[in-house]
């Protein structure tokens, strides 16, 4: 068998060739909100495209939902009716998004100064908002020299929440507790409290959308909070107690221990004397 390849052959694998790298494999990642709109746009080409077919595949294989021919859109799907335009040769736009609109969009470009046609792949997700949250907080010790306390970030059950993220104060160096979880454990000494209007930050998050609310330090330790309790005067009442406690327990042990003595000095001396 010949090893060379004939003229047309070669001719025919440049130009399959060409075509399947004009194509490509890459898909851009869209994510979106409910009711929002998506712009799919083409890069500046050489010449405007002659028209534009969208494709979209939800489920199993592809489906024309659309062909843009100058700016004027024909033939658009039932699912997409009255919601998606063509802008210009180059831009198509679909409002009023649902999850149903979720897929794997193909845009195929007809330039006429070109043999092969230009194809945009994008991967559309829509998501629901991020829901209202709030902080609940349970406080394990509340004192004027300790505050240990745990914070959760709570959200309506099935929310479209991807991650979570804690933060102490609202500027950016500020202390990054987790990067990823609902709930935080902290415990404070009087010393290193800080800021009494301090505030912990939950912010919850899903690739198109996030939420914040916070708490102040000051309504979770409210005896640290509460300037008429000082802990260092706590600190010295209880090492006072502590040693008036230690004293009378000596005493005590002493004083059971002499009578305890003289009743055996008592009853040896009875013995003796019988």
Not at 227 to 234: A, D, P
Not at 240 to 258: G, K, N, R
Request: net charge neutral.
């Amino acid at each position: 068998m010949d090893p060379r390849i004939d003229a047309p052959l070669l001719c025919l694998i440049l130009v399959l060739s060409d075509n399947l790298i004009s194509q490509g494999n890459f898909i851009q990642p869209i994510n979106k909100l409910i009711n929002d709109s998506v712009t799919f746009t083409m890069e500046p080409a050489e010449c405007a495209p002659e028209d534009t077919t969208i494709r979209w595949k939800s489920e199993e294989k592809y489906q024309e939902i659309g062909l843009c021919r100058n700016s004027h859109l024909d033939g658009a799907s039932t699912q997409f009716h009255k919601r998606i335009e063509c802008n210009s040769d180059t831009q198509v736009t679909i409002r009023n998004l649902t999850k149903a609109d979720n897929g794997l969009y193909s845009l195929s470009y007809t330039l006429p100064c070109k043999v092969r046609k230009e194809v945009k792949n994008y991967n559309l997700i829509v998501y629901e908002p991020v829901p209202a949250l709030h902080i609940e907080k349970e406080v394990d010790r509340n004192s004027a020299c300790w505050c240990n306390f745990t914070l959760h970030c709570s959200v309506p059950v099935n929310s479209s929440v991807d991650w979570y993220h804690w933060q102490k104060g609202r500027n950016e160096t500020g202390y990054q507790h987790y990067m990823n979880g609902p709930s935080i454990q902290v415990s404070l000494e009087s010393q290193s409290l800080g800021p009494l209007d301090e505030e912990y930050v939950c912010t919850v998050y899903n690739p198109a959308n996030q939420k914040s609310t916070s708490i102040h330090r000051k309504d979770i330790c409210t005896l640290m909070a509460d300037s008429s309790i000082h802990c260092s005067n706590l600190q010295r009442t209880s090492k006072l107690l502590i040693f008036i406690i230690c004293s009378t327990v000596a005493y005590v042990i002493l004083a059971i221990t002499i009578i305890f003595r003289a009743i055996l000095l008592k009853n040896g001396n009875f013995l003796t004397t019988k």
